[in-house]
């Protein structure tokens, strides 16, 4: 069992409880997360428009989580681990760099919102790139090129 993607796979789901508690808990989540004030009014409209982006979020991170976790404990396979867990870690970490950059022009969002979401989605970019670097020779090959 590699701990580093367990623990990558529980951060992405505990991040997407977080999300869930936005949709289910509203305006006042999306303030105390920082995901901006046009969110959180959207919120307190009972407009749908927030809760479909953060069901949206919710589905990719509920995925990223199951990779992490099938690739940790390699007891269910789930198609291309590789290239995913690559792509995960990828994402991850530049929308960790990316966010480090919005902070002075936070585009709707609070700068503490991208600051802290910034190093959380960098930790666990790093956390994933551990995980996988030490797990990649048990991982199933996607191209017949890739051993």
Known sequence: MNTFLLAAGTLSAIAALMHVGCIVFGASWYRFFGAGEKMALLAEQ?????ALITCGIVAVLSVWALYAFS????SFA???????????TLVYSVRGLA????IKKPMGNTPRFWLWSSVICL????????????QWPNLKAIFLFDN
Request: hydrophobic residues 60%; aromatic residues 2%.
């Open 99 to 102: 966010g480090l950059l919005l």
């Open 78 to 88: 789930l198609p291309y681990p590789r290239i995913v867990l690559v792509l995960i």
């Open 71 to 74: 690739a940790a404990t390699l």
């Open 46 to 50: 009972k407009s749908i428009k927030p």
């Open 123 to 134: 930790l666990i970019g790093m956390i994933h790139l551990v995980g996988l670097s030490q």
